[in-house]
């Protein structure tokens, strides 16, 4: 009768654990069932810190553990390392006056950073993390530089990074309405320079380097299965597959880091937990985003946050001439500023309109000088009455449009959505094309963002908001700094760098 919630919290973390790994076991990973130590006859083998995943996050906690002295083992399921990771263009989104910044004449500061994030994260917004990583961002992109990545002195004007020998450039709404009227825009999207723009691969080969040489171990073929714990709920260790099929059970006396990526190939978890990225056309991910991690928190007790959260990318540019033309919804009107940020653009049509469907449409001038691959033509027509009525739009919705569009455009005005001056032509220039952009028949990338909910130090948090000892996650595994709509390209490579050193430096802390 007079128990607390705190003692509760404590007496009943372990009946809390049962019911919370039949829920994880409900979505097809019944592998994920903690293991109780007193069920473990003996360890086949004993580090100071397990990493689960060896992509940005996982990594970077490895590499800071070393620096602090403990040992760290990671554990890849696949044969090469890295994780999504290195197949990212490997921009992290970094700011507050780096090193980058200053060469290449640019003033940011950590308030303005600070503004913009705060500001274009919405009501989803952690201001603790924001604030933290805000700070420690130049130090950060220091660091970086420190452990082998490199950057080039030279600035691209492009929205996307387009130039194989560029590393700085505007990676996400900072120049757009109306977040460049509340903070100081500035670039912030910082990229390894890479011929084929996969700068994800460089950036993860040269942080996999200075790990190892740190003395980290990297195990590839080995994929962690469910963790182990004492009987106070705190995780002693993971029991193990390795490549020969054998179950292994490893010590982990500092802690373990989850950090094996999203959920984006669990179909299942996304039905379940977001049904607008499950309606998307190409889940973006390595092979093993399959929701493990997650899982494996869930099922001692991890609290999850933003689940339906993800990153949506609807890529119209390069060339940025296709922004001048206007995106329509199934009603013929315009729902998002064409100027921003493709996460952004992608996340209103996923999230925001209930058929998924819209049209980005231009003139002769703007449209595509070829067949694009990222996009069918829905229409064309030489005027534009004829086009809305071969995309069966309302009658006269279309025609409206365009004319309230062009009446402001040739003064370069958008009263509406105040798209940028540069940006701003009238459609008058025959034929009149419409591009579908819908979720259906549209090449539009996606991934999850939902994780584990951990505070500043990348402690998983429980369901009563406290930290189950020596658990972790970082990278996509948690629900970290990214948000949906996404602020930028490069929040989920800082945050997974940024915390996953954090993890790596708590778990140093702690008593073997």
Known sequence: ????KADYGRRGFLKQIGLAAAGAAAFGA?????????????????TDLLVMGSGAG?????LEARRNGIQALVLEKFHVPGGSSSLSGGVCYLGGGTALQKALGFTDTVED???????????????????LYCEGSVAHFDWLVANGVHYAQKFSEEKEISIPDGSLYYCGSELVHPYREQARPAP?????????LIGGRDLMKALTQAATDAGAQLKLRCSAERLVLESDGSVAGVEVVDEKGQRLNIRARRGVVLAAGGFIHNRAMLE???????RCSVPWGRAGDLGQGILMGMAVGGAVQRMHHGFVILPMYPPETILNGILVNSRGQRFVPEDGYYGLVGHEIAFKLDDGQAYMVVDKAHAFAWKDFRFNVAAEAPSIGELEGKLKLPEGALVQTVEYYNRYAKDKRDPLLHKAEKYLAPLKEAP??????????????VHTFGGLQTNTDAQVINAWGDPIPGLYASGRTSAGLP???????????GDGTFFGRRAGRHAAGRKA
């Open 272 to 278: 379940r937990f977001a049904p607008e990225l499950a």
């Open 432 to 445: 009149f094309v419409a591009y579908d952009v819908g979720l259906k028949n549209t090449f539009m990338p």
């Open 483 to 493: 948000v949906a709509p996404y602020i930028g390209s490069g929040v989920s490579i």
């Open 188 to 196: 912030r999207g910082h990229v390894p320079p890479s011929p084929h």
């Open 113 to 131: 950073m600070y503004r913009y994030m705060m500001a274009a994260s919405g009501l989803y917004a952690d201001e603790k993390k924001i604030q």
């Open 58 to 62: 996982g990594i970077s906690a490895a």
């Open 30 to 46: 019944e592998a994920a069932t903690p293991k109780a130590r007193k069920d473990v006859r003996r360890w086949d083998a004993t």
């Open 1 to 4: 009768m007079g128990e607390s």
